[in-house]
């Protein structure tokens, strides 16, 4: 029998304020792109990070590849390579010297990781600036290093918080052709993203997690077929599941239409 | 396991190796970057240093060299003992800011712990990182055993064996920085560790102020017994060696006494210095042995032992918006948006308020220290009030100099925001020059009023300290602000780097200059207040064309002098923040 390269049984997280994170219990196989979706504060992070031995689960098993990742950590991170959602990155390294960095760390073979990086960076069209100072890059060049980092010890299994952050469309292709490829090759991906068509263009199975439960998994077509909704896109389906019903008549703008000019009351200094 | 992802098992050294490279790297780029940009300018500044730091360490070791030269060798280690446990204090807070911002603070540490990196390594290398805070006490303590070295029979094993103890004192005080912090984040968030450690870091502060005044109390009253100090120092050494000598018998039978026996001890038995040895090494393996067991329980679960990252941040509550609602008010509306941001940032970030840790040492210091209300023996009279608590009048300088002289380079990526903003350099440095001077003025002149209480002021005395406070707070405030305009750095997250050396010259500078106007203001005051002491009168000083040059002349200069850097400070602030607010920086 195939060990899952996720297992998650009763995994719960505590805080004094309330329970983040309530007896979440799933398997992704190996090979499988899982997209874990919810709304701001269900509990996503939290969830990663108890799967990447960040966060301490107050009760229940995560292992990764068979490791239980709280009884052995060290082994558990060597499974695993995690970009947070705001990925740290040393400011006065270059982006080649970071990946590097990351790569010794993992002890990766000199050879292979001049190579990998290399590659990665060619992949990532970043070879141009990989030689300049993270502190000068834009959001996008980090986001890339962070990537880069992420897959130069080719960890079986990858755990990214929205991993095209501030990409632009073509490098944001590159990434998800990427991580197909990886998926496609025996590597598991588990992300999370608030961006709904990439998750439905890219995922094998879904994940739906609110207020700290989840509250469907399954594929896209088996969660139309639950939600009675043949043909639905996956926001429809998502919105279905979480509940949401337009709340609102706008009427935040005046009767006098939007960018209506404010009656402002001149400063003392400037009156 | 996924087929062809072999890999080698992370080992220690290998990994140790790994992130000691890229931390020296990354130090080593700091210094390169800064070079390449203005190799002139860092070469200066880089001599500047270089002659300011020798003439410190000169200054030390001759004083050093003259304690020891004043004791016979049995009491030396009373010296040593006695230095070391001056230098606590200031090591204690310097260590423990150092562990805050190292560990509980540093954002490569969740990055770090993400990696298959095993925990003794992330401990050791975030020890250097703290240890290294504590350079600057053993810099002093380094040039204070060279002065004891040139006066011993075998220097040069003086000097190895007294820097060998150095740097186990050195390891002694980051453990301790490292426990400490590490004992209040296991209870308290993030978010009010600071305020714990910096009541618990004052505390300590106060205590070791209240046994030196009273040393120096009973240093004046009592003779010492059983010692003998040499006749020919001069009279204040004599003094500061009397009370040196009587703080060390109080610390005899402490760890510091342990260490002074050995760098004291070179020209004695070998079985001392062993012995002795033995004892402040174990003190050293035990302590760091706490500080790893503390590190590695917190950490073994990833973040989730530290309370920050186990529970969500606390709502902040908002008395300082509540209090000041009204006072701001009168403000123009955007210099009051202004302000009231400056604080409610300046209260809630952790990472700032590590650097007014210094300044609140030494106002508590001074404040112990001059409210001793000594009998005023001077003519006329009230001269001796002002003597006493003279240097009050300066301690807005040290305050502002760990508070003011950070506020624009702190603002980090948050200057991205303020270019954005329809705000122009004018009104952002008034902004943040009203917004230090409530504070520094604030708790100065609280210590102020205690000081001239406890020293018997009259109101109208009281009345002049207050109005000192005003006229000093609202100098130096302004002038460390403008030198913080001067050079920020917005790259750090350290706030002690926040601002550039030639901004930190820079303040230095004009708060001499302004010191001294506010020397010649001062005295003018007093003088109008109490009358001429005898000292002056008896040099009968000539008048300067029909003026007397003690009595308006002298607070016109003084206002000059003191107007003159501020305006011109100001100018130069202004410019630069237009400067930096036009995005060209």
Redesign the interface.
């Known amino acids: 029998m195939t060990v899952p390269a996720i297992h998650v049984n009763g995994l719960t997280k505590r805080?004094?304020?309330g329970t983040?994170v309530h007896d979440l219990s799933f398997s992704v196989p190996?090979g499988e792109l899982f997209v874990f979706l919810g709304p701001n504060g269900a509990g996503k992070s939290s969830t990663i990070?108890m799967l990447?031995?960040?966060?301490?689960p107050s009760d229940g098993v995560a292992e990764v590849?068979g490791v239980d990742v709280?009884r052995d950590?060290?082994?558990a991170?060597?499974q695993?390579g995690?970009m947070?959602e705001q990925?740290?990155l040393?400011?006065?390294?270059t982006g080649r010297?970071f990946v590097t960095?990351?790569a010794?760390?993992?002890?990766?073979?000199r050879r292979t990781r001049i190579e990998r990086s290399d590659r990665l960076l060619q992949i990532l069209e970043m070879s141009d600036r990989a030689d300049h100072?993270i502190?000068t890059y834009s959001l996008g060049m980090r986001q890339k290093i962070a990537i880069a980092s992420v897959l130069v010890?080719?960890?079986?299994v990858l755990f990214l918080d929205e991993p095209t952050n501030g990409l632009d469309p073509r490098s944001a292709r590159t990434v998800k052709d990427l991580l197909r490829d990886i998926c496609a090759r025996?590597?598991t991906v588990f992300m999370t993203t608030h961006i709904l068509e990439i998750a439905e263009q890219m995922c094998d199975r879904v994940g739906i997690l609110d207020q700290g439960r989840l509250v469907a998994i399954g594929t896209i077509g088996e969660l139309r077929d639950r939600q009675g909704l043949p043909d639905a896109s996956l926001e429809t389906i998502f919105l279905d599941v979480i509940g949401y019903s337009r709340p609102i008549d706008f009427d935040l703008f005046s009767a006098n239409g939007y960018g209506e000019p404010i009656d402002i009351?001149p400063?003392?200094?400037?009156a | 396991?996924?087929?062809g992802?072999t890999?080698?098992?992370?080992?220690f050294p290998?990994?140790l190796g790994?992130?000691v490279r890229?931390r020296v790297?990354?130090g080593l780029?700091?210094i390169g970057?800064a070079r390449a940009r203005h190799p002139i300018r860092t070469t200066i500044q880089g001599l500047t240093l270089v002659v300011a730091g020798l003439m410190v360490a000169a200054s030390i070791a001759l004083l050093s060299r003259s304690l020891f030269t004043a004791v016979p060798a049995a009491d030396q280690h009373l010296i040593v003992a006695a230095a070391l446990a001056a230098l606590l204090s200031a090591g204690f807070i310097a260590s423990s800011s150092a562990a805050l911002q190292s560990i509980y603070l540093a954002?490569?540490l969740?990055?770090l712990?993400?990696?298959?990196?095993?925990l003794i390594v992330t401990f050791s290398s975030k020890f250097v990182e703290t240890l290294a805070g504590t350079l600057p006490i053993g810099f002093i303590g380094f040039w204070f055993i060279t002065g004891y070295a040139t006066t011993s029979a075998r220097p040069l094993l003086t000097l190895a064996i007294g820097s060998t103890v150095l740097v186990a004192y050195l390891v002694v005080l980051t453990a301790l920085g490292i426990v400490m912090v590490a004992g209040i984040a296991r209870v308290v968030p993030a978010k009010r560790a600071w305020t714990v450690l910096g009541i618990l870091s004052l505390s300590i502060v106060a205590l070791l102020g209240v046994w030196w005044a009273t040393i120096e109390r009973a240093g004046t009253s009592t003779p010492i017994a059983n010692v003998e100090i040499d006749e020919t120092v001069q009279f204040g050494t004599a003094s500061l060696v009397a009370n040196l000598l009587l703080a060390g018998a109080q610390v005899e039978q402490t760890p510091l006494a342990w260490a002074g026996r050995v760098i004291a001890g070179t020209d004695g038995p070998a079985a001392v210095i062993w012995w002795n040895g033995s004892l402040f090494a174990a003190l050293a393996i035990v302590s760091t042995g706490v500080a790893w067991w503390l590190f590695a329980i917190t950490f073994?679960?990833?973040?989730?032992?530290f309370r920050a990252?186990?529970?969500?941040a606390p709502r902040p509550s908002r008395p300082i918006a509540r209090w000041t609602g009204v006072a701001l008010s009168y403000l123009?509306?955007?210099?009051a948006t202004l302000v009231l941001k400056e604080w409610i940032t300046m209260f809630r970030d952790s990472r700032r308020l590590t650097g007014a840790l210094w300044p609140l040492g030494s106002i508590l210091v001074y404040t112990i220290n001059l409210s001793r209300g000594a009998p005023d023996m001077t003519d006329p009279a009230g001269w001796g009030f002002w003597q006493s608590i003279g240097p009050v009048i300066l301690l807005p300088w040290a305050a502002s100099l760990g508070t003011a002289a950070y506020v624009v380079g702190s603002e980090h990526r948050g200057i991205h925001l303020l270019r954005a903003l329809p705000i122009d350099g004018q009104l952002l440095l008034g902004a943040k020059v009203i917004a230090g001077i409530v504070p520094v003025f604030t708790l100065t002149t609280v210590a102020a009023i205690l000081v001239a209480v406890s020293n018997d002021a009259t109101p109208v005395q009281l009345g002049i300290v207050v109005l000192c406070m005003v006229w000093s707070s609202v100098g130096f405030v302004t002038l460390d602000t403008c030198a913080s305009a001067l050079a920020p750095n917005f790259?750090t997250d350290q706030v002690q780097r926040s601002l550039r050396l030639k901004g930190r010259i820079y303040s230095l500078f004009a708060g001499a200059v302004f010191a001294v106007g506010t020397a010649l203001v001062v005295t003018w005051v007093i003088i109008a207040l109490e009358g001429q002491p005898a000292a002056i009168r008896d040099l009968e000083i000539p008048s300067l064309a029909g003026f007397d040059p003690l009595g308006w002349p002298l607070a016109l200069a003084g206002v000059a002098i003191g107007g003159g850097i501020i305006v011109t400070s100001w100018k130069i602030g202004v410019r630069r923040l237009d400067w930096v607010l036009s995005g060209e920086s």
């Open positions: 805080y004094p304020s983040g190996p990070k990447t031995g960040l966060l301490a590849n709280v950590r060290t082994s991170k060597r695993i995690y947070a990925p740290f040393y400011e006065k390294l010297e960095f990351v010794d760390v993992y002890r990766v073979p100072l502190e010890h080719q960890p079986p025996g590597g009351e400063d003392a200094a400037t | 396991m996924t087929p992802l890999r080698r098992p992370v080992s290998p990994v790994t992130v890229t790297r990354i780029r700091r970057a954002s490569d969740p990055f712990l993400t990696l298959p990196i095993p073994s679960t990833g973040t989730s032992g990252a186990s529970a969500p123009p509306g955007h210099l790259l």
